[in-house]
């Protein structure tokens, strides 16, 4: 019971230092282009990415984090720590992952399934 209470208190004190994106706001100010990736020119997997989703024809809107104002406030307002990150609608994906990146636009209909290939 202890142990319950304890972790309790734990997962209570981190939803309270999580801040919640506000995703509303975040679009109202970086736009409503339905896949977004924040990245830098000199970041490998950000590389990687763009090539994957070119491979993918998904169009995307890229905004560098560095040289942007507008790429800073998105960073910041998703309170990153790395990069690529991928908007996929109000979805985000942190980092290089391909299978995470395909498998929400895929579920946005950005891409076809495999069975509609």
């Known amino acids: 019971m202890i142990r319950a209470l304890a972790l309790g208190l734990i997962l209570g004190l981190l939803s309270a230092c999580t801040q919640e994106v506000d995703m509303v706001g975040l679009r109202e100010q970086i736009g409503d282009d339905p896949v977004i990736m924040l990245s830098t020119s000199t970041c490998g997997y950000c590389k990687r990415l763009r090539a994957d989703l070119a491979d993918w024809n998904v169009e995307f809107r890229d905004i560098d984090v560095e040289s942007s104002r507008l790429g800073q406030y998105a960073y ?40 509609k290939q």
């Open 76 to 115: 910041e307002m998703l309170e990153g720590r790395g990069v690529p990150i991928l908007l996929v609608g109000d979805r985000t994906v942190h980092g290089y992952s391909p299978e995470r990146a395909r498998a929400l636009l895929t579920a946005a209909d950005l891409i076809p399934t495999p069975s």
